[in-house]
């Protein structure tokens, strides 16, 4: 059985797989550089395809991690269509345009939130933002070495999808939360992505969150899906992370421009963010680090044809 077939059979024997996207294989072109002193862990939160809630997830994860005390900042890296800015209420003045024309800094960028989270706004409805080069993707990476004082995490939010700029986000982070949903297309497209992150770029670890889920099964359901076909054709460990269920509230929250987990912090959701936010804690040491490719505070001065 070929892997294609797998996906098919496993994941719904009616559909068959959709074509992955082709991306570039540069990681045997990447430079070995020095290792790095890390001083901001940073966690990538992807999707793979469009609807599954990721920006959602990012955004009330890196809410949940201020409100408990931590020193977040939370990166919209879907450029162009950047939306983390709505989701909170907030009217950023400029955008990463400004930055890569060199008429601001990325802490000029810097937009305080609640709680003391710190955005910094992607851009929306900005065309030269959506047709970003891989070297201006790098360019924003290394843009982060200067930071004043780097925070305790960085959550960047990615784009939908499976493109180059996805993964070269993903790939310079940390860690990689990938989230899914009940849909077909969301578990395939998620296995699109890992299999890109683990064969082009090395990454071996992912963590899996179950979003808009009914019950506690129907998520677990979902994972040992994702994680017996990735089990079957990739060598990469996947982590359970849990599940935020389907809750009006939640709705509610994006109505208002606000965070689930600020404006109803009892609520379902609410209390499944804040989980996902207290087990970071547990994820022990970066799964892969000082891979040689460029990175989120890696501290070199890296060409951005090399990454």
Request: hydrophobic share 50%.
């Amino acid at each position: 059985m070929n892997q294609a077939a797998g996906l098919h059979n496993l994941f719904s024997p009616a559909r068959p797989l959709r074509e992955e996207r082709d991306v570039f294989h540069q990681a045997a072109a990447l430079r070995p550089i020095l290792p790095r002193s890390r001083i901001t862990r940073t966690i990538a939160v992807a999707g793979g395809k469009g609807g599954v809630g990721k920006t959602t997830v990012a955004v009330n994860l890196a809410m949940a991690m201020a409100m408990a005390g931590r020193d977040v900042m939370l990166l919209d890296a879907d450029m162009g269509v950047a939306n983390v800015d709505v989701q909170l209420g907030l009217n950023p003045m400029r955008h990463m345009g400004h930055l890569l024309e060199g008429l601001c800094t990325l802490q000029d960028l810097v937009i305080p939130a609640q709680h003391g989270l710190k955005v910094i706004p992607g851009g929306s409805g900005v065309r030269r933002l959506a047709k970003m080069g891989n070297g201006e993707h790098a360019a924003v990476i290394r843009a982060f070495d200067d930071l004043i004082q780097p925070p305790e995490f960085l959550v960047v939010d990615t784009a939908a999808g499976v493109a180059d700029n996805v993964a070269m986000f993903a790939a310079a982070s940390d860690d990689v939360l990938i989230v899914v949903c009940d849909e077909l297309a969301s578990l395939t497209d998620a296995y699109a992505l890992i299999k890109i992150l683990a064969h082009d770029f090395g990454v071996r670890r992912f963590h899996i969150v179950a979003n808009m889920v009914r019950q506690a099964g129907d998520a677990k359901k979902l994972y040992e899906k994702l994680a017996r076909v990735c089990g079957r054709f990739l060598d990469v460990a996947l982590d359970y992370m849990g599940m935020v269920p389907h809750d009006e509230w939640l709705r509610q929250a994006i109505r208002r421009q606000g965070a689930v987990v600020d404006l109803w912090p009892s609520s379902r959701a609410a209390m499944g963010f804040k989980q996902l936010a207290g087990a970071v804690d547990t994820w022990g040491k970066p799964a892969n680090p000082d891979l040689g490719r460029i990175a989120f505070f890696s501290g070199q001065s890296v060409p951005a044809a090399g990454w």
